[in-house]
Each structure stands twice: as structure tokens, then as C-alpha cells.
């Protein structure tokens, strides 16, 4: 019989404070883990920790239920190969670097913007159109700060239509705000965003370099 990669096992109970009465109570929820190293434990942790950090936010809009919900859905019954969930904890530390660089902002607060050089936008029709693109953490549309031109009322930049074109080919969202931000050798070590409002020429000819194929492994 296989060893599971982990056991994971879960204990609630409710708890009263001394002096307190039996309405006020408070749910105890212990995490158990039983693994073959103290590295695939830590694997566990930081994954969840990864969660908790971006959902603390929001914790206080959901009930219990759903954060229950939550927890299964990290926890899931059956084990997970120590890869597969490495890999996940990888993706999910790197998006949650590329969100925190402070070059997003949502529908609002781009409206918001545009209204005050007495222009208006709608971010849902120029997605569309896809003459910009959006992460959407939590079900929730962000735009790049960087696609957006202060000069024109904060339209999307002029070239970004055929940049995204030619990106989204190959990447998904978060791969190209990755991509966006990232040093580029061909731009001489710049990353793409600084030049999309000045270059857009020389940022469409580096989305169109392909990258070299990793031929170790996928």
C-alpha cells in the first residue's frame, strides 16, 4: 500500500471563556498534518499562508459557512503530490508579487481618474474590445496603471491593442503582467511597462520575440 504524501486531519470544537455565557461562544479549529519531512510540511504552510494573505482582506464580507468553504477547498480529501503543490504555492507567491506592485487599480478608481480630466470610460467595453487587459483576483477586474494615458483622458496607450495581440497568443493574463513588468533583454534590460507610453515600436517588436524553449522540462 502507497504511504500518503500527507495526512491532513481537522478538529472543531466550540469554546467558552471563563465568565463569559454559553451564547458568546467562539469555534476552535485545530490542523493537523502528518508528513514524511518537515519540508513538505512547510510546503502546506506556506501555501496556506499564501491564501491567508490574500483573502485576509475580505475576510470580514463572508460568513462562516464560506469561509469553511474555503479551507475544504485548500484541504482537499485526497493527498497531493508534493509537485503538483510546490508548483502551486510557486504560481500563487509569484502572482501575488506582480498584484502588490502597486500598478493595478480597479473599474472605479479608473473611472474615477478619467472623470477628473473631464472625460469619461467604460473599462468593460474597452476590455472587450481588448484594448486593455485586467488581473481579476477575488472575481474582481484590475487594470494596469501603466496602459493608461494620463495625456488622453486615461485611454488605454496608443500600440497597446497590438502588443496584447500579440501576447495573447501565447500567455494568459497573469502571464503578461508578468511579462509587463519584468527587466527585457531586448529592451536593453528595461522592463516593458517603463516604454509603453514612449516606445511602443520597441515594445511590440520585443512581444514579438519568442522566447527560447526550455528543452530540460516543461
Do not use: H
Not at 510540511?41 to 490574500?54: E, F, P, R, S, V
Not at 467604460?122 to 483576483?137: M, T, Y
Not at 533583454?185 to 516604454?195: D, R
Request: hydrophobic share 40%.
Amino acid at each position: 500500500m502507497t504511504t500518503p504524501f500527507a495526512r491532513i486531519q481537522t478538529n472543531r470544537e466550540t469554546a467558552v471563556e471563563p465568565g463569559t455565557s454559553e451564547s458568546k461562544v467562539a469555534l476552535v479549529a485545530t490542523l493537523s498534518i502528518e508528513a514524511n519531512s518537515g519540508e513538505t510540511i512547510d510546503a502546506y504552510l506556506g501555501g496556506l499562508q499564501m491564501y491567508n494573505d490574500l483573502f485576509e482582506w475580505k475576510l470580514s464580507d463572508y460568513p462562516q459557512k464560506a469561509l469553511d468553504l474555503i479551507i475544504d477547498c485548500f484541504l482537499p480529501a485526497e493527498s497531493v503530490p508534493r509537485s503538483i503543490l510546490e508548483t502551486g504555492v510557486a504560481v500563487g507567491v509569484i502572482r501575488a508579487r506582480v498584484f502588490q506592485s502597486g500598478d493595478w487599480i480597479s473599474g472605479k478608481q479608473w473611472m474615477r481618474l478619467a472623470s477628473s480630466t473631464g472625460g469619461g470610460i467604460d473599462p468593460v467595453q474597452l476590455l472587450a474590445e481588448g484594448q486593455i487587459f485586467s488581473l481579476r483576483p477575488a472575481k474582481v477586474n484590475y487594470f494596469p496603471i501603466y496602459g493608461l494615458d494620463g495625456s488622453r483622458g486615461y485611454r488605454p496607450q496608443i500600440g497597446l491593442t497590438d502588443v496584447l495581440s500579440v501576447l495573447s497568443a501565447r500567455m494568459d493574463e497573469w502571464s503578461m503582467a508578468a511579462w509587463f513588468q519584468t527587466e527585457n533583454s531586448t529592451l536593453g534590460g528595461v522592463a516593458p511597462k517603463a516604454l509603453l507610453g514612449f516606445a511602443p515600436d520597441r515594445v511590440l517588436a520585443a512581444a514579438k520575440k519568442k522566447p527560447r524553449r526550455n528543452r530540460v522540462g516543461k
